[in-house]
């Protein structure tokens, strides 16, 4: 393996960051008697989402035979459950608020609302994979010009590979470099019940010189004093398999902070 190879590799297995564990029960949103929001400008990634033309949902025959009243496309999409999220025909990612009569109301990456006409249905997942900063809010870049936020990216979409092949449910907060608010990517994991939100970053180096890897894993909290106990246990599995992997490749020098290892978020 060449060593650009081996440091992109390094780079890809470095900065897992555990942000917490999600709460089974979604969160309950008070939307219903509101109007949308009007999009803003910088709102690119909700006004792409927009769609002109509703796709029917058919009729299912009168086993009775009787015919019954024709009923309008919003009728039919009220008598199905609304998705918790979707995808929309761009390929975002977006939780839904609820149904209207012409399609969806869904949150935007931007933490505004906007209607869609369509999308593909996700359904509930066990772990939610987030790949950090996106859009304007880059991140770090490393000195040979490598943006975070793109190799977030790249990181996440192996893991999402890599939970397929073992059989879980997964989805992703983020599927292309543009902005998303904190809120919106926990809102989306809470609306699809996942057990687990997993936050993907690469911080910047530190030149602190070590003889073995580390890493940085930040897991939720209870209360002020106690860590959650089942954030700090997959904290501890993350932590443990990430430092695990680093530690087989040689002739490394390391660079890590002394207090690298699971720490807790306030």
Known sequence: MSVAV????????GGLILIGLVVLAALVYDTLGQAPLQLQPSDTAARSMMSDSPSAIPTPPNPEGNSPP??????????????????????????????????YLVQTPCGNTAEVATGVPIE?????????????????????GL??????????RAVLRALADRGIPSATTRTADYGMLLSARSAFADALGAEALVSIHHNAPTWDSSN?????????????????????????????????????????????????GVLRVL
């Not at 943006?147 to 996440?156: A, F, I, K, T």
């Open 6 to 13: 081996r440091h992109r590799a390094l780079l890809l297995l």
């Open 70 to 103: 024709p009923s309008t496309d919003g009728e039919a999409r009220h008598e199905q459950s609304p998705p918790s999220a979707m995808i929309t025909s761009l390929g975002i990612p977006v939780a839904v608020i609820r149904q209207t009569d012409t399609g």
């Open 124 to 144: 509930s997942v066990q772990v939610v994979i987030d790949p950090g900063h996106g859009g304007n809010n880059t991140g770090a870049t490393g000195p040979n």
């Open 147 to 156: 943006v975070e936020s793109h190799l977030n990216l790249e990181l996440s």
């Open 212 to 260: 073995i890897p580390g890493t940085e894993v930040f897991i939720q909290s209870d209360t002020a004093q106690q860590a959650r106990t089942d954030s700090a246990r997959l904290g501890g599995l993350l932590y443990e398999e990430i430092t695990t992997a680093l530690a087989t490749f040689d002739d490394i020098v390391w660079s890590r902070l002394s207090d690298a």
